[in-house]
């Protein structure tokens, strides 16, 4: 008897909607490309790059559209005999510093077996490596640091690179950073020395509309899926939600993925707006799951008071009433309560997580307060929390009380 069956009953392409597809035409992006090919344009004419740096949220194409761009660069200069384009990508998100960035640069170019060990050199001395590579290779080379925002504030390289050449280091090879960055902030926290260099030339990637996204995922949809499996309104209602939350597309891009998978899971032969809104939820509990996991013990306990406040149909609560509940909460557990300031850090942190809203109130004479409520379904928030905490009686009690409410 076989086991494994072969079920392609919905996707044509299931790989187009992940990750690593590399979509054969860019859509929705004209203007981004335009002043982008307008940066690069020196590549082309033999003279030094510019920096350049984009930046814009996740999902939002400032990847896609630089290896379309990139490999479309490649192809022409191949024409131009003087050019001698190398390119170098590197994705800087497991890396937390300068000195690893540079490290792995250097791996990347160097001949296998001639990789350098990632730790015990000085930061100068690893720079030096990569200005001997970079000389080694020659000609143009474009370095692409993606999500470079994970190096922080240990940006040295970021300021020593773009000077190598006026400083001598670098005598053959002609160097263009190419920066990307999930993080507007980061830009602004450079120093402004950074600052000047490397951005260049700066693009930003503004988030994607409904309208926009509704044609990026119609391409995507046409490779993925099977024809008459899904429908316009699918598609709409992906781009409707994505566009809602941050405008990536890399959001509506899952949101059909998840769906499409609910609708083959189910054997069902179409996609639906039913399976639109279950991949949604689905999407949502990771999201938050993925939060509550990564908070301390008493980031658990300071939600677990929002959210009995919650249940009580009681939010917005005052960070007063919060603290209040947090303490009652902490008394019962039996662990010492944090103070008010403490606890309010750990209610910023839910709302950076996407977890709470937070608004400010004015009071007059009394001065500002906050108040915050959930910003995630109760149950998503529940159950994650209920794997973190133990104190089933208490959960019991909560989603009763949430219920006489009629609080979701
Ligand atoms: P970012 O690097 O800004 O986080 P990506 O470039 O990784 O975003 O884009 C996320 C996903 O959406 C990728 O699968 C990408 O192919 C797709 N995508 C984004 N923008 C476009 C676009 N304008 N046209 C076609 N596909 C796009
Ligand atoms: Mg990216």
Not at 100 to 114: F, H, Y
Not at 188 to 193: A, K, V
Not at 280 to 298: A, D, F, K, N, S
Request: hydrophobic residues 35%; proline residues 3%.
């Amino acid at each position: 008897m076989r086991r494994f069956e072969r079920k392609r009953a919905i996707f044509a392409n299931k790989d187009a909607l992940r990750e690593s597809y590399q979509p054969d035409s860019i859509e929705e992006r004209d203007e981004e490309i335009e002043a982008y090919m307008d940066a690069l344009q020196p590549v082309v004419d033999g003279w030094e790059p510019n920096n350049v740096f984009l930046y814009g949220n996740t999902g939002v194409g400032k990847t896609a559209v630089t290896e379309y761009l990139l490999s479309l660069l490649q192809d022409d200069v191949e024409e131009y005999d003087d050019v001698d384009l190398s390119v170098v990508s590197l994705n800087c998100k497991p890396l937390s510093s300068s000195y690893q960035v540079a490290v792995e640069l250097v791996n990347e170019l160097r001949p296998d077996g001639g990789e350098i060990s990632t730790t015990g050199y000085p930061q100068q001395t690893v720079f030096n490596k990569l200005y001997e590579e970079l000389d080694e290779v020659g000609g143009t080379i474009l370095l692409v640091l993606d999500e470079i925002d994970a190096i922080g504030d240990r940006d040295e390289l970021l300021y020593e690179l773009p000077r190598a050449r006026s400083k001598g280091d670098l005598e053959d090879a002609k160097v263009g950073i190419i920066g990307i960055s999930n993080d507007f902030k980061f830009r602004d926290q450079l120093d402004p020395r950074v600052q000047d260099t490397l951005c260049e030339r700066e693009l930003q990637f503004p988030p994607y509309n409904a309208q926009e996204l509704t044609n990026i995922l119609s391409s995507r949809a046409e490779i993925a899926l099977r024809e008459d499996t899904y429908d316009e309104a699918v598609v709409r209602l992906c781009a409707a939600l994505a566009a809602k939350d941050r405008g990536s597309a890399r959001q509506a891009l899952d949101l059909l993925l998840l769906a499409a998978e609910q609708a083959e899971n189910g054997d069902d032969d179409r996609v639906s707006e039913r399976h639109v809104e279950a991949a949604r939820h689905e999407l949502e509990r990771e999201r938050v799951e993925e939060g509550i996991r990564q908070l301390t013990q008493h980031g658990h306990l300071a939600l677990l008071a929002v959210v009995s406040i919650a249940a009580e149909g009681d939010t917005p609560g005052r960070s007063r009433a919060i603290y209040d509940r947090y303490l009652d909460i902490c008394d019962g557990y039996g662990v010492d309560s944090l103070a008010q300031r403490s606890v309010h850090n750990h209610l910023s942190d839910l709302r950076m997580l996407g977890i709470l809203t937070a608004r400010e109130n004015r009071s007059g004479s009394r001065g500002n307060f906050y108040s915050y409520e959930l910003d995630v379904p109760l149950e998503s928030a529940l159950t994650a929390l209920e794997d973190e905490l133990d104190m089933q009686q208490r959960f019991s009690d909560l989603r009763t009380v949430a219920t006489m409410n009629e609080v979701r």
